[in-house]
């Protein structure tokens, strides 16, 4: 399971950014369940858009990291990065439309 390695950078950038996305929605979906006991599309829906992710740099390149670092590392780190990079604005924001 690799990144096409014939293809050039920003086709690379879009193959991992592919992975990152489905990585991003995981992570999503299962803090949504713990953290609100529902199936929330809407919350997802923020949680994970090319507008929330713009707030940490181009969308694609904010997917891509995700995407290598489960590549590189596995599943935890990439949760655990996610956790740590993109989580707490999210909440930040939940709170401010509250």
Not at 60 to 76: C, F, N
């Amino acid at each position: 399971m690799s990144v096409s390695k014939k293809a050039g950078p920003k086709r690379r950038e879009q193959e991992l950014a592919w992975i990152g996305d489905t990585v991003l929605d995981l992570y999503a979906r299962s803090w949504i369940l713990e953290n609100t006991g529902e199936l929330s599309g809407e919350t997802l829906r923020k949680m994970t858009c090319n507008q929330f992710l713009a707030c940490f740099g181009n969308p694609t390149s904010v997917e891509a990291k995700i995407g290598t670092i489960y590549r590189e590392e596995g599943l935890q780190p990439a949760f655990d990065w996610i956790e740590a990079e993109l989580l707490p604005l999210f909440k930040k924001q939940i709170r401010k439309k509250r």
